[in-house]
């Protein structure tokens, strides 16, 4: 059943309908075969961009949508009740142009963030590496400068759109401690750059997830997004906004996952009656509703706040553990609704739970968002 949605304008209200259109004709059709193959759906980040969908929280002068985030992550929710992988991959690029955005000179951003807006080029950001993936700040790949540039060597890990993508947020050492990792915008046909063969993952099947190794890659100074130094505030800067989208995200999975329940619980019959009018499961699912409507207005909160030049971080972690933490339990309450049948791959819900899984733990897992809430609270 469609979200009943309270937006701010009528424009936002178009939006939402052209997102459904799209979600319908172009990304239901291809769902199932490309998580069941692992095959990345090559166009449909074409059509998105097209449609104008990859950049809705820029302004318009670059080429972005000019819309609010609160409106933005609303459309998220909408692809991601269709295809979760696709959503987590328009949020992942969204958050790749956030450094650009929010920390490049006026000469790079009108050198490179026109296509990117437009979705003429897709992209990927990559802080985690091996061994450093919560302590983001314990990075090892290091970028030493030499005439023109810097020479770039070590190792990535986990990076969304891996090898698929045109341009890679590259956080990398130039010095000690966290004061000494810089950021880089890098091509992805920059010699010396290689990607891993993709992981085999528990969900989100249909877009890959890869390492990355830089093998005396020469970036030249002008790739370098800020100043030396300023990497691990530009990360985080851009994880504040990222993590909102993963929310948006996992409140799309759930209410995906809820709306299947319902309906086969309308369908289901157990001891003479619906399974939905036996108060027990009818209960479930008047839980799960609830936990759907307050993940959503957490997102909703936070967005409206970064919308109004407000502080949000501490907001946006509250966003993501509690929507991730609902998408969890609403999907696997989902699988329980439709009992042995959940189990299986030929419902979606059973897709559902696995994808809520990665929610967690990625863009920060949910032990490091209550680290970031316990902090503000200890002030
Ligand atoms: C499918 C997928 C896609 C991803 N996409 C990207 C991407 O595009 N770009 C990117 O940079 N990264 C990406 N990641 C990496 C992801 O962000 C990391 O996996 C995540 O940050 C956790 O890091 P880790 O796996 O090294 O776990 P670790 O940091 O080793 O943590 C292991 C466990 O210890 C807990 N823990 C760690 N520190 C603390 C603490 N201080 N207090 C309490 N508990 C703690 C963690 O919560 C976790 O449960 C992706 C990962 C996956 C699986």
């Known amino acids: 059943m469609a979200v009943d949605r309270l937006l701010p304008t009528d424009e936002a209200r178009d939006l939402i309908g052209l997102t459904r259109d799209v979600a319908d004709k172009v990304l239901a059709p291809l769902v199932d075969e490309h998580e069941k193959a692992e095959t990345y759906p090559e166009g449909v980040f074409a059509t998105l961009g097209e449609a104008g969908l990859l950049s809705l929280p820029y302004p318009e002068e670059w080429g972005g949508g000019?819309?609010?985030?609160?409106?933005?992550?609303?459309?998220?929710?909408e692809i991601a009740a269709r295809w979760a992988a696709v959503a987590v991959a328009v949020s992942v690029h969204s958050l790749s142009c956030h450094p650009l955005m929010a920390f490049g000179t006026e000469e790079q951003k009108q050198r490179w963030l026109p296509e990117m807006l437009g979705g003429a080029t897709v992209g990927a950001y990559s802080l985690s590496e091996p061994q450093a993936g919560s302590d983001a700040a314990a990075l090892a790949c290091k970028a030493t400068?030499?005439?023109?540039?810097?020479?770039?060597?070590?190792?990535?890990?986990?990076?969304?759109?891996g090898g698929i993508a045109d341009f890679y947020n590259l956080f990398a050492r130039t010095g000690e401690g966290s004061k000494g990792i810089s950021c880089f915008l890098v091509p992805r046909d920059t010699p010396g750059l290689s990607f891993g063969k993709p992981e085999e993952k528990m969900g989100l099947h249909a877009v890959p997830t890869t390492s990355a190794h830089y093998d005396?890659?020469?970036?030249?100074?002008?790739?370098?997004?800020?100043?030396?130094?300023?990497?691990?505030?530009?990360?985080?800067?851009?994880?504040?906004?990222?993590?909102?989208?993963?929310?948006?995200?996992?409140?799309?999975?759930?209410?995906?996952?809820?709306?299947?329940?319902?309906?086969y619980a309308q369908e289901r019959t157990a001891f003479g009656r619906k399974i939905i009018d036996h108060q027990g499961l009818g209960f479930l699912l008047a839980d799960m509703a609830a936990a759907v409507d307050s993940a959503r207005a957490t997102y909703i909160d936070a967005a409206r706040r970064r919308d109004a030049g407000l502080p949000y971080s501490r907001n946006a972690s509250v966003a993501k553990l509690v929507a991730t933490d609902a998408a969890m339990k609403v999907t696997t309450d989902a699988v329980q609704v439709l009992g042995g049948y959940g189990y299986t791959r030929d419902f979606r819900v059973e897709r559902y739970m696995r994808e809520a899984k990665i929610t967690q733990i990625f863009e920060g897992t949910n032990q490091i968002q209550r680290l970031v809430i316990s902090r503000y609270l200890a002030g």
């Open 216 to 263: 005396d890659a020469f970036v030249p100074d002008e790739r370098r997004v800020g100043t030396e130094g300023q990497g691990l505030q530009i990360a985080f800067s851009a994880l504040d906004s990222g993590r909102l989208g993963i929310a948006a995200v996992a409140v799309g999975l759930a209410q995906a996952a809820l709306d299947e329940a319902v309906a």
């Open 145 to 161: 400068a030499v005439d023109g540039g810097y020479r770039v060597h070590g190792s990535k890990a986990w990076i969304t759109h």
């Open 66 to 77: 000019g819309q609010p985030y609160e409106v933005y992550l609303q459309v998220l929710e």
